[in-house]
């Protein structure tokens, strides 16, 4: 367990910044089973320790965006520069596979277009077929029927 000092110590703020926060809700209620008095001194487990700590740490990382002036120190220029390098990699990877998917569409939609041309095909030949067979049909009885009549008028 560990005093308001020596946390405030350890962060770097002042107690009374300590001491304010944790009078804050949600902090308060959070740390309120986890701090004691021993002698009039407020005690604070270790994990209240860490939400203090949490606490602050969090706003610091809020004022460091806020006073962020544009300008990298080399360490962090290095680390944006591999991540855009990784990034512009993954995005040629998937631009390759969107052209392979392209190329896919391409030929599914051309076979598509190949068997629907056959398939009207075929249907144009059973059609032109049907109408022969029915002309065949109807020359025939036409046939019977002049010879029907023929025999007819020779009797």
């Given at each position: 367990?560990?005093t308001?000092?020596?946390?405030?110590?350890?962060?770097?703020?002042?107690?009374?910044?300590?001491?304010?926060?944790?009078?804050?809700?949600?902090?308060s209620?959070?740390?309120?089973?986890?701090?004691?008095?021993?002698?009039?001194?407020?005690?604070?487990?270790?994990?209240?320790e860490?939400l203090?700590?949490?606490?602050?740490?969090?706003?610091?990382?809020?004022?460091?965006?806020?006073?962020?002036?544009?300008?990298?120190?080399g360490?962090?220029?290095?680390?944006?520069?591999?991540t855009?390098?990784v990034?512009?990699?993954?995005?040629?990877?998937?631009?390759e596979?969107?052209?392979?998917?392209?190329?896919?569409?391409?030929?599914?939609?051309?076979?598509i277009?190949?068997?629907?041309?056959?398939?009207?095909?075929?249907?144009?030949?059973?059609?032109?077929?049907?109408?022969?067979?029915g002309?065949?049909?109807l020359?025939?009885?036409?046939?019977?029927?002049?010879?029907?009549?023929?025999?007819?008028?020779?009797?």
């Open positions: 367990m560990k308001i000092k020596q946390i405030a110590d350890e962060i770097g703020v002042s107690k009374q910044a300590v001491f304010y926060r944790i009078k804050k809700p949600p902090l209620n959070s740390l309120t089973p986890l701090t004691s008095k021993e002698n009039g001194v407020l005690m604070v487990s270790f994990d209240g860490k203090i700590k949490q606490a602050f740490n969090v706003d610091a990382d809020k004022e460091t965006v806020k006073q962020f002036d544009g300008s990298f120190d360490s962090l220029t290095v680390l944006l520069q591999e855009i390098s990034l512009e990699s993954q995005l040629a990877a998937k631009d596979q969107l052209a392979a998917k392209d190329r896919q569409i391409e030929e599914l939609t051309a076979t277009r190949i068997q629907a041309e056959s398939i009207q095909a075929d249907r144009k030949n059973e059609l032109a077929g049907t109408l022969i067979d002309q065949r049909m020359g025939t009885a036409s046939v019977k029927k002049r010879r029907w009549q023929f025999w007819k008028n020779n009797d």
